[in-house]
């Protein structure tokens, strides 16, 4: 079955740096774009980053902008977010997403079709 695994979270001070991963198996990882979302307490889960299988196109929320970077390494089948001068706002629980949707840059979610558990991202002031 298609799983999806995401690590890397943790507890960072305010203009750090933290990198996300995201392992997929069970599927065939260049039929999907990948995304990243977030949700934190009380809030819906919210778009941040997405790109297609070849990486081509990418995506992100203005929120992140400029001190988020997404990156897929096909060969291992893995998706990566690297998350720089990070804000207390960003404090979330962060959840990978696999969209067949291929070639496009998904930002609802309802355009994917797997998700993983999440991972903890917490920001102190």
């Known amino acids: 079955q298609v799983q999806l695994v995401e690590s890397g979270g943790g507890l960072m001070q305010a203009g750090g740096s933290l990198r996300l991963s995201c392992a997929a198996s069970?599927?065939?990882?260049?039929?999907?774009?990948m995304g990243w979302f977030r949700q934190a307490p009380g809030k819906e889960r919210e778009f941040v980053a997405a790109?297609?299988?070849?990486?081509?196109?990418?995506y992100y929320h203005d929120s992140v902008k400029g001190r988020f970077a997404i990156s897929r390494d096909n060969a291992n089948n893995m998706v990566y977010l690297q998350m720089n001068s990070m804000k207390p706002e960003d404090t979330a629980v962060y959840y990978c997403?696999?969209?067949?949707?291929?070639?496009?840059?998904?930002?609802?979610?309802?355009?994917?079709?797997?998700w993983g558990q999440g991972t903890q991202v917490t920001v102190s002031s």
């Open positions: 069970g599927l065939t990882f260049t039929d999907y774009a």
């Open positions: 997403g696999a969209s067949r949707m291929a070639t496009a840059v998904g930002v609802l979610k309802s355009q994917y079709d797997y």
């Open positions: 790109l297609s299988w070849d990486g081509n196109n990418i």
